[in-house]
């Protein structure tokens, strides 16, 4: 059985191990003991609630109980930007127009920006290939949103995320090597890591201030910009699902999309709701769909926030949860949990 939880030291090898095997472009995820330990650290901090909203760092792993096995990582930060510069590129749009001459040029133009500074963000969500099957990579991704939805006080209004962005099959990145190269002179791997180790306000200090027009580039750039790595195509159609959607932001490296919503739009807002965990009635077994879906299930505990799929429904503010249901959950009748539909409902996007 698989359960999403909450972090703890105990961890930190299977996280490594993770990060071994992510590849490049997954900024916050490098197999680094050293960093792995310390954003253990914040985390576990995080959801003791020993730092402030804005420094934490609340990551989740999956637990095969079966084997003891961690299958996947997923986090969600407090707030970006707030200790060093976070910067992305907006694309806009720079208009070239003579009445007389009967001319009008719409350009799309990059500007360097730290519009999303304070945001909060969704990070490192990565599944072992091991477990891509059935809904798990659903489970990791959506759990998050019931944890927001559980504690919206602790995020910011705007939610992001950043999606790894194109490379090519030799894991070259045409953007890169179409913009960043002429300035850092290094290679697109070498940036990548320095970002990751906290250099990137450093790099992109490098960068030209002037607004850049995108036709200037070469032909692979542009077509590149805000197109995800091919492994990434799945976390940014679950995050859609979820109500994120891109508006125009990409990074400044490899030019992946930025997707971004209020958090007071998300589906996990609107459609998740709170409910007793109560032996099924007469009442709720008539009320019950005859085919019912897949719903994420957490409980309501910070320190030890859980989160699993399972068949039961929530009838008028109750679910009837199995013992198995409850032991993942380490719930207990008469107890509070949060549940989600797993999938979007058809009338809703
Ligand atoms: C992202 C996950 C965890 C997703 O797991 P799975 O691959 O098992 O997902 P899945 O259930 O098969 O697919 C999820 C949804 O995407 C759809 N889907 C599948 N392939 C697709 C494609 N090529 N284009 C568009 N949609 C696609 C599926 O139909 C399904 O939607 P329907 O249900 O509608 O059919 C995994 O692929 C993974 O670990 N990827 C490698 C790491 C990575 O690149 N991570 C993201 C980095 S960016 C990041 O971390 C920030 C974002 C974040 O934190 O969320
Ligand atoms: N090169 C990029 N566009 N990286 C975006 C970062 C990927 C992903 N958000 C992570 O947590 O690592």
């Known amino acids: 059985m698989l359960v999403v939880r909450a972090i703890n030291e105990n961890d930190l090898d299977a996280l490594y191990s993770m ?25 576990c901090a995080s959801f003791a609630e020993t730092i402030p909203p804005e420094q934490r760092d ?44 009967n001319v009008f040029t719409k350009m799309d133009t990059l500007y360097l920006s730290n519009d999303l500074t304070g945001s909060s963000e969704l990070c490192s969500l990565f599944l072992h290939p091991d477990y891509r099957q059935g809904h798990n990579g659903k489970l990791l991704s959506k759990s998050r949103f019931l944890f927001i939805a559980q504690f919206p006080h602790l995020f910011t209004q705007k939610i992001i995320a950043e999606m ?12 890169y090597e179409g913009l960043g190269r002429h300035f850092f002179k290094m290679d697109f791997h070498h940036v990548d890591d320095l970002t990751a180790l906290g250099k990137k306000s450093f790099i992109a200090e490098l960068m030209p201030r002037q607004p850049l027009y995108i036709d200037y580039l070469p032909k692979e750039a542009q077509e590149v910009v805000g197109q995800v790595h091919k492994s990434t195509a799945p976390a940014r159609r679950l995050l859609e699902q979820e109500g994120l959607h891109y508006e125009g932001y990409v990074d400044i490296f490899d030019a992946g999309p930025v997707l971004q919503a209020r958090v007071s739009e998300l589906r996990a807002m609107r459609d998740s709701e709170l409910a007793v965990v109560a032996p099924d009635t007469d009442m709720t077994h008539a ?3 005859a085919h019912p879906e897949p719903t994420l299930v957490s409980n309501t505990v910070l320190k030890d926030f859980r989160m699993i ?24 009748m008469g107890d509070t949990v949060r549940t989600l539909p797993l999938n979007v ?5």
Not at 19 to 42: C, E, N
Not at 69 to 93: D, H, M, Q, S
Not at 313 to 331: A, F, K, W, Y
């Open 58 to 101: 609340y990551m989740f792993v999956m637990e095969d109980t079966s084997n003891g096995r961690i299958a996947g990582v997923c986090a969600i930060k407090g707030a970006v930007g707030l200790t060093e510069p976070f910067y992305n590129y907006r694309i806009g749009t720079l208009v070239h127009s003579s009445r007389e001459l």
């Open 287 to 289: 009320c019950a769909p």
């Open 164 to 175: 790894r962005g194109y490379q090519a099959e030799d894991g070259s990145s045409p953007f």
């Open 309 to 332: 799929i399972t068949q039961a429904t929530p009838v008028n503010g109750e679910i009837d949860l199995s013992t198995q249901d409850l032991q993942l959950l380490r719930c207990h």
């Open 345 to 349: 409902r058809k009338n809703n996007v």
């Open 19 to 43: 990060a071994t095997q992510v590849g490049t472009g997954m900024t916050t995820l490098k197999p680094d003991m050293k960093m792995l330990g310390d954003r253990l650290a914040t985390a």
